[in-house]
């Protein structure tokens, strides 16, 4: 699986890639060095430009050519006595027409010289404060600018990506709470882990990421055949690797009573009428094959841990994969809704297979950081969503409770022939006690004064 250290080397060809354009929208783009790639009224160019180089790069549009730009420097703002007080931005404010500026563009003036002759024509722009100036210089930057960023495929940008742009595909999982919900389930390298995600394969992205080729997944969902993580798209894995790691299964399959209807893929070689029907039965007999594996794997049990992200019932979920998993394994629920979690958390109270199921709540804030405007941003997601963590706990049949040595019985008994001096003990069994209450309980002692 691509690591941490090969993502940020180079762009490669068919990656999908996010780029941050002028108006701080994300878009994803697929680089193919054969196409062209657009990005609406910001212009066009061409994939193979972006072949082979680094993330992080500020590239301008010049006619289907990327030009690099020089990174930004934030410079800070010095403001003045000037107030926005008596400043009246009516229609005359600004006398250069929107027929004017198209006229400008057809011919081919750059943005930064309308930017600054929109400025200079302004009526009221050298009444502004010196942070207002920068708040129009930046809103007409993204309107006539032809500029974006690379954003490298983390797994933090891919979950801030979905998350703006349609949190219920994700089931509103915030980036914080995926970041919980791994820490909670303790996933690690080497690891064995089954996962129930209807959150777009947020969740199996993530698990993947962290997992970094070495370990297991197991995931169960509804289709027959491989699910379709749209997510796992924008995270580049490769795909021999990500075979090798994950497999899945379907709510039937993964029922033990369940008898899967499978086609015969082995037939006497009288019937065998041509070599396609006899690589047709060859592929079906490996997805046979693959499956019954997969379904042992499953049934073997002894999996780290159980993630759940899913839209159905929780505890019925629970109730159907909780005898695969391992003792002390951990069980990560989510839910965007927090009344589902408090009815699983009432009912997961009551058995004595569940260890303290307790309920979590994420909360982040994002603040603006630049020199004299540090602030906290105004508009904010309320939620990512609730998890409910517990633990399996291991019950083992064969295993004996041990009575402490604290509690032990004492009797006292006549001294009969012998003398005790002051202060000694003699100390001798209690003859009514059982072998059984003396195995269970240690030494129980009668003490003779």
């Not at 839209?311 to 994969?321: C, D």
């Not at 950081?369 to 602030?375: A, F, Q």
């Amino acid at each position: 699986m691509i690591t941490d250290a090969e993502k940020s080397l180079a762009i490669e060809a068919g990656n999908n890639i996010l780029v941050r354009l002028p108006n701080a929208g994300i878009r994803s783009i697929n680089i193919n060095g054969n196409s062209t790639v657009s990005l609406g009224r910001f212009g066009s160019f061409h994939g193979k430009e972006l072949v082979g180089q680094p993330y992080g790069l500020t590239y301008e549009i010049v006619d289907k050519q990327l030009k690099v730009l020089p990174p930004h420097t934030v410079e800070e703002v010095e403001d003045t006595d000037a107030t926005n007080e008596y400043i009246n931005d009516g229609e005359f404010v600004q006398p250069l027409t929107l027929e004017e500026i198209q006229t400008l563009k057809q011919a081919g003036v750059h943005a930064s010289d309308i930017i600054k002759k929109q400025i200079e024509l302004h009526a009221n722009y050298a009444l502004k404060t010196e942070y207002s100036k920068e708040k129009y210089k930046k809103r007409k930057v993204a309107k006539y600018s032809k500029l974006f960023t690379t954003i490298e495929p983390t797994l933090y940008n891919v979950c801030n990506y979905w998350f703006e742009k349609d949190q219920n595909r994700i089931r509103q999982i915030r980036v914080d709470t995926l970041s919980q919900m791994l820490n909670l389930a303790n996933i690690r390298p080497g690891g064995r882990y089954i996962a129930v995600d209807d959150a777009s394969g947020l969740v199996v992205a993530a698990i993947l990421d962290r997992l970094g080729g070495d370990g297991r997944l197991l995931t169960i969902g509804d289709t027959d055949s491989p699910p379709a993580y749209p997510v796992m798209v924008h995270m580049n894995f490769k795909p021999a690797e990500v075979k090798r790691v994950l497999a899945t299964l379907n709510w039937a399959t993964a029922d033990p009573d369940h008898d899967p209807l499978i086609p015969p893929s082995e037939l006497p070689s009288s019937e065998i009428r041509s070599e396609r029907q006899k690589s047709r039965l060859g592929k079906r007999k490996s997805i046979n094959d693959a499956l019954h594996a997969t379904r042992q794997e499953l049934f073997s049990g002894e999996f780290d841990a159980l993630i759940v992200a899913s839209e159905y019932e929780p505890y019925s979920v629970l109730e159907a994969l909780f005898p695969f998993i391992a003792g002390s394994a951990s069980i990560v629920v989510h839910s965007p809704h927090m009344q589902i979690l408090a009815d699983l958390q009432n009912k997961l109270r009551g058995l004595p297979q569940y260890l303290f199921p307790n309920i979590v709540e994420g909360w982040l804030r994002q603040y603006q950081v630049l020199p004299g405007r540090t602030h906290p941003m105004m508009a904010t997601s309320g939620s990512g969503g609730y998890v409910l963590h517990t633990v399996k706990v291991f019950d083992d049949p064969e295993a004996m409770p041990v009575m402490s040595h604290r509690h032990k019985v004492w009797k006292k008994t006549p001294v009969a022939s012998e003398q005790v001096s002051e202060g000694s003990q003699a100390a001798t069994r209690d003859p009514s006690l059982s072998e059984a209450e003396l195995d269970g309980g240690g030494d129980v002692l009668m003490s003779t004064s």
